[in-house]
């Protein structure tokens, strides 16, 4: 079964890096979407930057573009997400997830919001003061 698998949370300092790290298992799609959200108590999920590994350029909310940055390692097994000069406003539970609904449906697809994700990691806590 797909299994997710978050590590790389923590306490920084305005203006310090995190990077997050997702292990993935459990599946063979060559096209799907992978994405990192955040949410603070009392407010939606909100997707911070998505790639779509059929091509195509990784998509990043207007709050971190600039300063994080999604990637994957070659056997496409995990992916990153590299966050500088971290603001408190970062402070959030971070998921990572997997949509295996549409390999066809690009990046658009992957930017329609939480809810075209079927499979979620457990969260890491990133804290920034």
């Known amino acids: 079964h797909v299994q997710l698998v978050e590590s790389g949370g923590g306490s920084v300092q305005a203006g310090g890096s995190l990077r997050l790290s997702c292990a993935t298992s459990?599946?063979?799609?060559?096209?799907?979407?992978m994405a990192w959200f955040r949410q603070t108590p009392g407010k939606e999920r909100e997707g911070v930057a998505l790639?779509?590994?059929?091509?195509?350029?990784?998509y990043y909310a207007d709050s971190v573009k600039g300063r994080f940055a999604i990637s994957q390692d070659n056997a496409m097994n995990t992916v990153y997400l590299q966050m500088n000069s971290l603001k408190p406003e970062d402070t959030a539970m971070y998921y990572c997830?997997?949509?295996?609904?549409?390999?066809?449906?690009?990046?658009?697809?992957?930017?329609?919001?939480?809810?075209?994700?079927?499979?979620w990691g457990q969260g890491t806590q990133v804290t920034v003061s």
């Open positions: 997830a997997v949509s295996l609904m549409s390999p066809y449906g690009g990046i658009s697809f992957c930017a329609g919001g939480a809810s075209r994700y079927n499979y």
């Open positions: 459990g599946f063979t799609y060559s096209s799907y979407c």
């Open positions: 790639i779509f590994t059929g091509g195509g350029s990784p």
